[in-house]
């Protein structure tokens, strides 16, 4: 029972360079997020997509870009990276609103 | 006033011992409350929504002050395994997609 399941689990990256964080979940659920947590910062959300074809920007969405490929699937794309943006990225799926969170196992994301 | 506000901690108890964390959280319009659970390098989980009326799970209970904006998680002959960072975490609307997570308490539980 994979749940949620995110890659790569780690990357090292340069400033400047792009990279995709992957997302799939298959609990049929509607809602999909991705969070960054730093610490002494909590989790915080970058994007989410209530429903399939919709996305829309949390707390911290600068920098980022989302993709909702379909039901299953939700991509995090940083363009230009920079150290500001080293952190855990988290993706979650609910089946919508104020429901429960499910989390992937979390990416660790690291900019030089 | 930040969103929700946790003591940090870290909370050292030995075995068998009670322990009480409390969250306040500014927006007196929130809706759903939660306590998730996070281990050390691991994702959050859900450990209990927390309900109007309170509500308790085994060794867990939770309870929510509306007057006084806060949550509260009690956890009772703590064990071992409940070594963890415990985040409370707020709904600013019914069915918001938005939850505001507090920075965590973290717990350990000593033998």
Redesign the interface.
């Known amino acids: 029972n994979a749940g949620v399941t995110q890659t790569p689990k780690f990357q090292v990256l340069k400033t400047g360079q792009s990279m995709t964080l992957q997302c799939a979940q298959d609990m049929n659920h509607n809602?999909m997020?991705w969070y960054r947590q730093d610490p002494?910062?909590?989790?915080?959300?970058i994007y989410?997509s209530?429903s399939e074809g919709t996305t829309?920007k949390?707390?911290v969405p600068n920098g980022y870009n989302v993709s909702r490929l379909n039901k299953r699937e939700f991509s995090l794309r940083l363009e230009s990276a920079a150290p500001s943006q080293t952190s855990v990225y988290?993706c979650a799926s609910s089946e919508?609103?104020?429901s429960?969170?499910f989390?992937?196992?979390?990416s660790r994301l690291t900019v030089l | 006033r930040k969103e929700v506000e946790q003591d940090p901690g870290p909370f050292n108890v030995p075995e068998g011992a009670t322990v009480a964390f409390n969250c306040t959280y500014s927006n007196s319009a929130s809706q759903s409350f939660f306590w998730y659970r996070q281990d050390c390098r691991k994702e959050p989980k859900l450990l209990m929504s927390v309900y109007s009326s309170g509500n308790e799970d085994g060794r867990f209970t939770a309870q929510l002050n509306r007057a006084s904006q806060y949550i509260s998680l009690l956890i009772r002959d703590s064990k071992l395994s409940d070594s963890a960072t415990y985040l409370c975490v707020v709904a600013p609307g019914a069915g918001s997609y938005q939850l505001t997570f507090g920075k965590g308490t973290k717990l350990s539980v000593i033998p």
């Open positions: 809602s997020y002494g910062m909590g989790l915080r959300l989410y209530a829309d949390g707390e988290f919508g609103g104020d429960e969170l989390f992937g196992e979390g």
